[in-house]
């Protein structure tokens, strides 16, 4: 169980990697219903808009990074708000690495602001984002 | 101030798409559960939505010969911009209470503001969205704010 009293300011939040398959990617788009085709057209993709390769969708990244929250609260607390910016382009085969940091706590409000990130190998953020949490 | 926009874009500011009117399934929830690696089993088990689960619902259905090349459905709330390059997008979303299978919704996407910048390298043109999502009987889900920079 996570308990507000137990949360340290600089602390790192459980990290997680994602390897999408081009299965994955077409479940995603099928779910979303997103029929842009940078997200399953190779050739579309390079050839036509200069991609290196397939391109992971912007918001599957930001819910993976979404995720690092929800994993850590689990039941234990609430998202109050969550945001994500899109800052590179992040490929088909890339393991991306989704994980976060605890920057501030309010004692009066039970709440936590954590920041976001999901990484590439190379150890660029494409994905940047925060969230605020409430505990009861 | 490079004064790209014309009235013509910023009579847009304030307009709304039409309503989107949707009854929420489990299924879906479920589909978009394992088709972004969810863990919690509220999630997988569809009794609860992912926060970034609405997304989806912002997508309009439309027949392919309706599409532009790309595959995109051409957006109409946002006009057509002097500055083509899309460079960077940011969502922030303020939650209310989680969207569950049953739920009768509706979301609406408004236009909230275009304002030009100058940066670095040039013009820069903002667009700011914001969609709201709420029960039929009017019960607060959530407030989305979508921020796009055009270079």
Redesign the interface.
């Known amino acids: 169980m996570l308990r507000y009293e137990d949360i340290t300011v600089g602390s790192e939040l459980p990290s997680r990697d994602h390897t999408a398959t081009i299965v994955q990617l077409f479940m995603y788009n099928a779910a979303i219903w997103n029929p842009h085709r940078i997200h399953f057209d190779h050739a579309y993709a390079t050839e036509e808009e200069g991609y290196d390769a397939i391109v992971l969708d912007g918001p599957l990244q930001g819910d993976w990074i979404g995720q690092v929250v929800t994993d850590w609260i689990g039941e234990d607390a609430t998202m109050v708000s969550f945001g994500y910016a899109n800052r590179r382009a992040a490929y088909l085969g890339e393991t991306m690495t989704a994980g976060g940091l605890v920057e501030e706590k309010n004692d009066e409000t039970k709440e936590v602001k954590v920041n976001l990130y999901l990484k590439n190998a190379e150890g660029e953020v494409t994905i940047p984002g925060h969230a605020l949490v409430r505990f009861n | 101030m490079a004064g790209l926009l014309t009235p013509d874009i910023t009579a847009k500011i304030g307009q709304a798409n039409p309503t989107i009117h949707v009854e929420v399934t489990r299924r879906?929830i479920q589909?978009?559960a394992?088709?972004?690696?969810?863990?919690?089993k509220k999630?997988l088990d569809g009794d609860e939505a992912?926060?970034?689960f609405h997304?989806?619902y912002s997508?309009e259905?439309l027949p392919?010969e309706s599409?532009r090349a790309?595959?995109?459905?051409e957006d109409k709330l946002i006009p057509p911009l002097p500055l083509k390059r899309v460079m960077?997008?940011?969502?922030?979303?303020?939650?209310h209470r989680p969207i569950r299978p049953g739920d009768k919704i509706k979301m609406t996407r408004r236009l909230k503001d275009i304002y030009e910048k100058e940066g670095k390298t040039g013009p820069l043109i903002f667009v700011v969205t914001e969609v709201v999502v709420e029960t039929e009987d009017g019960e607060p889900i959530l407030n989305e704010t979508t921020s796009l920079i055009a270079r």
Do not use: E, H
Not at chain 2, 34 to 40: E, K
Not at chain 2, 70 to 73: H, K, L, M, W, Y
């Open positions: 879906d589909k978009y394992v088709s972004t690696g969810q863990r919690a999630y992912p926060p970034l997304f989806g997508m259905i392919p599409l790309d595959g995109i459905a960077a997008g940011s969502s922030d979303t303020v939650y």
